[in-house]
C-alpha cells in the first residue's frame, strides 16, 4: 500500500472514532493554548506566519500531520507545540489517545497566535481530527 493510501486509511479511521466517540466539539478561537509539560514539549521559536500544530492532552498521544509539506508523525506524553513554517494550503492533524485514558485530548492548528482550528474528545481510545485552510 502506497503512503498516500495509508494515510487516507489512517484518516478515515479517525473519523470514524471521531464519529463513534460521539465526545467531539470542534471550535474556532483567538486565544492560543499553553504548551508546556514534561519532557515532550517542542520549543520551536515561530515566526508570526508560520504555521503550529497543537496537542494538548495530559498522557499519550500519536498524531499524523499532512498538507503541502508533505506527512509528519508525532507522538508524545503531555502538551506539544510543533512548527510547520510558512505553510500555505490545507492542514490536517489527525490525534488519537494510545492508552485509554479520560482526560481530553485536544488539537489545534493556530497561525500568527490565533487558532484555525481545534477539536476535543474525552472519550476513552478517542481521536480528533482538525483542518484548516491557510
Known amino acids: 500500500m502506497t503512503l498516500s493510501k495509508k494515510m487516507i486509511c ?3 479511521l479517525v473519523c470514524l472514532v471521531v464519529v463513534v466517540s460521539g465526545c467531539t466539539s470542534n471550535n ?3 486565544t492560543a ?3 508546556t509539560s514534561g519532557n515532550n514539549t517542542s520549543t520551536n521559536a515561530s515566526a508570526s506566519n508560520d504555521v503550529n500544530v497543537v496537542v494538548n492532552y495530559p498522557g499519550n498521544w500519536a ?3 499532512s498538507g ?3 506527512y509528519r508523525a508525532l507522538s508524545g506524553t503531555g502538551d506539544q507545540t510543533t512548527n510547520l513554517g510558512p505553510v500555505t494550503g490545507s492542514v ?3 490525534a488519537r489517545k494510545t492508552e485509554g485514558g479520560s482526560g481530553t485530548l485536544t488539537t489545534s492548528i493556530t497561525k500568527g497566535g490565533k487558532t484555525l482550528g481545534s477539536a476535543s474528545t ?3 481510545w478517542g481521536g480528533t481530527a482538525t483542518t484548516a485552510i491557510i
Open 10 to 12: 489512517l484518516l478515515v
Open 122 to 124: 474525552s472519550a476513552p
Open 63 to 65: 498524531a499524523d500531520v
Open 92 to 94: 490536517t492533524i489527525s
Open 28 to 30: 474556532t478561537s483567538n
Open 33 to 35: 493554548r499553553s504548551n
Open 68 to 70: 503541502s509539506f508533505g
